[in-house]
């Protein structure tokens, strides 16, 4: 009886998770790296994204020709704070500055559904230590500008 029981748990699990899986919600996104030589300008990439009907993109930094090329889009962004501006940021009124001139200064134009603070710091990392702290600025400086 044991085994049927888990049996029938898995069973019932396994429906659950199947349940909330909505193929015809699902939207492919991808990652616009900017590190190349010969790359297309960024009205092409978004050109490109839109006939592909891809809706979602990540951005590892800001880029002001890529926000430029979003305006309007209906592409939404997760857009990265990059490695190199985590000790900046840890100060808000670097954060405030930065939310400013790459988020404000484009929204509602440009649809930002999140902001990755840092990419890939390992805990050992002389790094690790702004990451917080940069973190809860960029969000505060994004909550005090909405």
Do not use: H
């Amino acid at each position: 009886m044991a085994i049927f029981s888990s049996s029938m748990a898995a069973m019932l699990l396994l429906g659950l998770l199947t349940a909330n899986l909505d193929p015809t919600v699902a939207q492919i996104g991808v990652c616009y790296g900017m590190l190349g030589n010969n790359l297309p300008n960024a009205r092409e990439v978004i050109n490109l994204y839109k006939s592909n009907n891809i809706k979602r993109m990540r951005l590892y930094d800001p880029n002001q020709q890529a926000f430029q090329a979003l305006r309007g889009s209906n592409i939404e962004v997760i857009l990265g704070v990059s490695n190199d501006q985590l000790q900046n940021l840890a100060n808000p009124s670097k954060a405030q500055s930065w939310v400013q001139s790459n988020v404000v200064a484009y929204w509602p134009s440009v649809r930002f559904r999140y902001i990755a603070v840092g990419n890939e710091v390992p805990p050992s990392s002389s790094l690790a230590q702004f990451v917080l702290p940069a973190l809860v600025n960029v969000f505060n400086a994004v909550r005090s500008a909405v």
